[in-house]
Every structure is written in C-alpha cells, then in structure tokens.
Nanobody, 125 residues
Framework: QVQLVESGGGSVQSGGSLRLSCAVS????????MGWFRQGSGEQREAVAV???????TYADSVKGRFTISQDDAKNTLYLQMNSLKPEDTAMYYC???????????????????WGQGTQVTVSS
C-alpha cells in the first residue's frame, strides 16, 4: 500500500519561496507518474507538476519557470520547489501517485490512485 505524506506548506508573502516535500512509502511500480496537484477554495483540483519514471517533467502553464518538481529516489521523497509565489498560488497542495502507463493523462487528477492528506500554501500580497 502506497502512503504519501506531504510537508512544507505555510504562509509567505508574494514573491517568496517554499519547498514542499512528499515522503513516499510502499511504492514498487516500474511505470508511474507522480505529481503535485492543488485545489483552491471553491475550485477544482488541478495539476501543478508531474514527473514520470523516466524523469520527464510536465508543468501547468501557470507555474512554468517558477516551480520545479524533483524526486530523490534514495530518500523516497518527491519535492516541489516553488519560487516567485503569487497570491493565486494559494491552495491546498497534494502529492499523488499513479501506477501505470504514462502519457498525457498524467496531468489528470482522476488517474491518480494514491493521495496524501495535503499541505496548505497561503500567499499574501
């Protein structure tokens, strides 16, 4: 059973930075996507950044050039470095794991089987 535990959220001012971490356990799949998703108040959950088993990274247009997704296999941890934060980045951020063939669908939250509990990011202007 895959377990995901996020940490690193908090409150920052516009222009600031945060690094989210996701501790992963029980992940044994050879084909997968892992990613960060977010959900603002009253909004649908959306993809922020995803990475597949080959290291291919895909970002939402709204975060390109500001956010970086990475993984440390030795530490079984997924990261999201967030720079130049904006108030519109305010949301609950979730780490997620999709075991299976990868493709464009890795950006779809509905494909993901395992989710963390989320960590809140609040950016003030």
């Amino acid at each position: 059973q895959v377990q995901l535990v996020e940490s690193g959220g908090g409150s920052v001012q516009s222009g600031g930075s945060l690094r989210l971490s996701c501790a992963v356990s029980g992940h044994t799949y050879s084909a997968y996507c892992m990613g960060w998703f977010r959900q603002g108040s009253g909004e649908q959950r959306e993809a922020v950044a995803v990475i597949d088993m080959a290291g291919k990274r895909t970002y939402a247009d709204s975060v390109k050039g500001r956010f970086t997704i990475s993984q440390d296999d030795a530490k079984n941890t997924l990261y999201l470095q967030m720079n130049s934060l904006k108030p519109e980045d305010t949301a609950m951020y979730y780490c997620a794991d999709y075991p299976g063939p990868t493709g464009w669908w890795c950006l779809s939250p509905t494909k993901y089987k395992y989710w963390g509990q989320g960590t809140q990011v609040t950016v003030s202007s």
